[in-house]
């Protein structure tokens, strides 16, 4: 992510175990000599710009490393143990997985890839194996080797002396001087000449083995590297008993949720101001307190929030509600994450040209961030504003592709879903506009967008399927670090899930919310659509104010695909 004004900033916080404060840890500004320690009580400050990278170590613990936004301030850190595997030490750790298993997981694991001698797992293979999505790929490329080197700096491409139209790829300069090219393994087929048959387009995912380590299996030949190919036609993922549909990871295994384990949202407390103002007897009164708590509770956003809920959706009072959401927008008009938690509730309510209005603040703000366009563009979406959506889209598309963006492996699928959508049930509405149509996906049914507004938050969401079997997803630092870094380089927070017809039953959507270093509430978004990137596409937009640590709570149930119902 290119920060376009470096600006610097006191960062404070607390490190601790999650029980007890930790002294003495190490608080470095990456790749600079700035570094300070924890006090006794775990606290610390220090100065940082805009886009540099903490790091927090301490012997014995885990290393954390957390980007700084610019809305950063508070940064409450938990560290956890460092548990390695050593030679006569027995510790806890995950078994090695079958190829089976691995199997069932190549669709949505992107860090697995198919090889004539066994899936390989980029985590667990002991040496260098850098994979890529195909659509991370140059698809304007004339042949694979030119759509790789845009991939892998570096790398020398040079024509074949006994075939000019055959490209010869060196891993780096020393393989070159060596005379060792790279080899090449397609589906199962070991090439030792650049397969220029495979179309850029047709590529599922590719790993680079540049070591001899990794290589060496290939035999003779192979000390320049392996290009490992799984082409799209040639995909042998395994699916869901007789459909086209991928295996679903919450089906294989023995994981039935109990029921009574997750809290309906709609009975965790209000705030205490919430419950004061309830008591109101009529407008005037509900007004007069609002205004009495307000002295109080001034320097609080979600004060706010929570008041323009209240008066919007209890009340009924479109103009106190009006006047709260124009209070928020001047009083907060620097903080991104509040102007968008008051965006999410606007949509939420069909509010869509204030809540665009929003969403272009946060834009002028956040122009590095490639959540920025998703959201504006969907803004447009619901005015009926289509040109305008598919000219955004365009531009971060170009902006990718010369590089002014970063790539994303999660967020590219997410964002080409909302341009095909777009392109199947508005396209005659596109005039002269030039964008890039991806490759649609086989997919009939409801599509979950969820999205939060601060990118520090940290939760569990579980997907409860109608067997009453789940799946667990955890976006925290501690088991999906690499992740949360992504989401940090590329400015986005979201993540999205396909439901495939026939939907028989209804899958409940649960999280437990586990904070965001600062200790204050986060807000979800979920936008359900059903019959997605259809001419029949609907979409119902629910939000959610995750406050409550630690409890798994209920949000809502998506009921045989047509509506939901929330908790």
Same mark, same amino acid.
């Given at each position: 992510?290119?920060?376009?004004?470096?600006?610097?900033?006191?960062?404070?916080?607390?490190?601790?175990?999650?029980?007890?404060?930790?002294?003495?840890?190490?608080?470095?500004?990456?790749? %600079?000599?700035?570094?300070?320690?924890?006090?006794?009580?775990?606290?610390?400050?220090? *100065?940082?710009?805009?886009?540099? &990278?903490?790091?927090?170590?301490?012997?014995?613990?885990?290393?954390?490393?957390? /980007?700084?936004?610019?809305?950063?301030?508070?940064?409450?850190?938990?560290?956890?143990?460092?548990?390695?595997?050593?030679?006569?030490?027995?510790?806890?750790?995950?078994?090695?997985?079958?190829?089976?298993?691995?199997?069932?997981?190549?669709?949505?694991?992107?860090?697995?890839?198919?090889?004539?001698?066994?899936?390989?797992?980029?985590?667990?293979?002991?040496?260098?194996?850098?994979?890529?999505?195909?659509? @991370?790929?140059?698809?304007?490329?004339?042949?694979?080797?030119?759509?790789?080197?845009?991939?892998?700096?570096?790398?020398?491409?040079?024509?074949?002396?006994?075939?000019?139209?055959?490209?010869?790829?060196?891993?780096?300069?020393?393989?070159?001087?060596?005379?060792?090219?790279?080899?090449?393994?397609?589906?199962?087929?070991?090439?030792?000449?650049?397969?220029?048959? =495979?179309?850029?387009?047709?590529?599922?995912?590719?790993?680079?083995?540049?070591?001899?380590?990794? !290589?060496?299996?290939?035999?003779?030949?192979?000390?320049?590297?392996?290009?490992?190919?799984?082409?799209?036609?040639?995909?042998? #993922?395994?699916?869901?008993?007789? &459909?086209?549909?991928?295996?679903?990871?919450?089906?294989?295994?023995?994981?039935?949720?109990?029921?009574?384990?997750?809290?309906?949202?709609?009975?965790?407390?209000?705030?205490?101001?919430?419950?004061?103002?309830? $008591? !109101?007897?009529?407008?005037?009164?509900?007004?007069? +307190?609002?205004?009495? +708590?307000?002295?109080?509770?001034? !320097?609080?956003?979600?004060?706010?929030?929570?008041?323009?809920?209240?008066?919007?959706?209890?009340?009924?009072?479109?103009?106190?509600?009006?006047?709260?959401?124009?209070? /928020?927008?001047?009083?907060?008009?620097?903080?991104?994450?509040?102007?968008?938690?008051?965006?999410?509730?606007?949509?939420?309510?069909?509010?869509?040209?204030?809540?665009?209005?929003? *969403?272009?603040?946060?834009? !002028?703000?956040?122009?590095?961030?490639?959540?920025?366009?998703?959201?504006?563009?969907?803004?447009?979406?619901?005015?009926?504003?289509?040109?305008? #959506?598919?000219?955004?889209?365009?531009?971060?598309?170009?902006? $990718?592709?010369?590089? +002014?963006?970063?790539?994303?492996?999660?967020?590219?699928?997410?964002?080409?879903?909302?341009?095909?959508?777009?392109?199947?049930?508005?396209?005659?509405?596109?005039?002269?506009?030039? $964008?890039?149509?991806?490759?649609? @996906?086989?997919?009939?049914? =409801?599509?979950?967008?969820?999205?939060?507004?601060?990118?520090?938050? @940290?939760?569990? +969401?579980?997907?409860?399927?109608?067997?009453?079997?789940?799946?667990?997803? @955890?976006?925290?630092?501690?088991?999906?670090?690499?992740?949360?870094?992504?989401?940090?380089?590329?400015?986005?927070?979201?993540?999205?899930?396909?439901?495939?017809?026939?939907?028989?039953?209804?899958?409940?959507?649960? =999280?437990?919310?586990?904070?965001?270093?600062?200790?204050?509430?986060?807000?979800?978004?979920?936008?359900?659509?059903?019959?997605?990137? %259809?001419?029949?596409?609907?979409?119902?937009?629910? =939000?959610?104010?995750? &406050?409550?640590?630690?409890?798994?709570?209920?949000?809502?149930?998506?009921?045989?695909?047509?509506?939901?119902?929330?908790?």
């Amino acid at each position: 992510m290119v920060f376009s004004q470096s600006q610097i900033k006191k960062v404070w916080g607390r490190v601790s175990d999650g029980v007890s404060p930790i002294s003495n840890v190490n608080i470095s500004v990456k790749d %600079t000599d700035t570094g300070v320690q924890s006090n006794a009580d775990g606290t610390y400050e220090i *100065y940082v710009d805009e886009g540099q &990278t903490l790091v927090y170590s301490y012997v014995g613990m885990r290393t954390v490393e957390i /980007i700084v936004e610019d809305i950063t301030s508070v940064l409450n850190v938990t560290m956890y143990p460092n548990i390695e595997q050593l030679d006569e030490v027995v510790v806890t750790k995950k078994k090695k997985k079958t190829q089976k298993e691995l199997l069932y997981e190549y669709e949505s694991n992107k860090n697995l890839i198919k090889t004539g001698f066994g899936i390989l797992d980029k985590d667990r293979v002991g040496y260098s194996l850098r994979i890529f999505d195909g659509d @991370e790929l140059n698809p304007a490329a004339i042949d694979l080797v030119r759509a790789l080197q845009g991939r892998l700096p570096g790398v020398i491409i040079e024509p074949s002396p006994d075939d000019p139209n055959i490209p010869v790829m060196y891993l780096n300069t020393m393989k070159k001087l060596l005379g060792q090219s790279a080899i090449y393994e397609v589906d199962g087929m070991i090439y030792r000449t650049a397969p220029t048959f =495979v179309l850029p387009n047709n590529i599922k995912r590719v790993a680079v083995i540049g070591s001899l380590a990794g !290589a060496s299996k290939y035999g003779t030949g192979s000390a320049g590297g392996v290009i490992v190919i799984n082409t799209k036609t040639g995909n042998y #993922a395994t699916r869901e008993p007789g &459909t086209n549909k991928p295996y679903d990871l919450a089906r294989r295994r023995d994981n039935y949720f109990e029921k009574g384990s997750a809290v309906a949202i709609s009975k965790m407390a209000d705030p205490k101001y919430i419950e004061e103002v309830s $008591v !109101a007897a009529s407008e005037t009164e509900a007004v007069a +307190l609002y205004q009495e +708590l307000e002295k109080k509770y001034q !320097a609080s956003p979600f004060f706010y929030l929570d008041m323009f809920s209240f008066f919007g959706e209890k009340r009924k009072d479109g103009g106190m509600q009006k006047s709260i959401g124009e209070e /928020i927008e001047n009083k907060f008009a620097t903080d991104p994450t509040v102007l968008k938690a008051l965006a999410y509730l606007l949509e939420q309510q069909n509010q869509y040209e204030w809540a665009s209005d929003l *969403y272009k603040q946060i834009f !002028a703000m956040r122009p590095h961030y490639a959540q920025s366009y998703s959201d504006l563009a969907r803004s447009y979406e619901n005015m009926g504003a289509v040109e305008s #959506a598919m000219v955004l889209y365009a531009r971060y598309f170009d902006l $990718v592709e010369k590089s +002014l963006l970063d790539s994303s492996k999660t967020f590219t699928p997410i964002i080409k879903r909302d341009v095909n959508s777009l392109f199947a049930r508005q396209g005659s509405l596109m005039g002269s506009t030039s $964008v890039v149509q991806t490759e649609a @996906e086989d997919f009939d049914g =409801v599509r979950l967008l969820l999205e939060w507004n601060n990118s520090e938050a @940290e939760f569990e +969401l579980q997907l409860v399927n109608p067997e009453n079997q789940y799946y667990l997803w @955890e976006h925290t630092m501690f088991s999906n670090a690499e992740r949360i870094q992504e989401e940090k380089t590329s400015g986005f927070s979201s993540e999205d899930y396909l439901f495939y017809k026939p939907i028989q039953g209804n899958w409940t959507v649960n =999280v437990k919310y586990l904070g965001n270093k600062s200790l204050t509430p986060s807000y979800l978004k979920a936008t359900i659509f059903y019959d997605f990137g %259809t001419k029949n596409q609907r979409k119902e937009i629910k =939000v959610f104010k995750l &406050t409550a640590k630690n409890i798994n709570q209920a949000l809502f149930q998506i009921k045989n695909g047509g509506s939901i119902t929330t908790f």
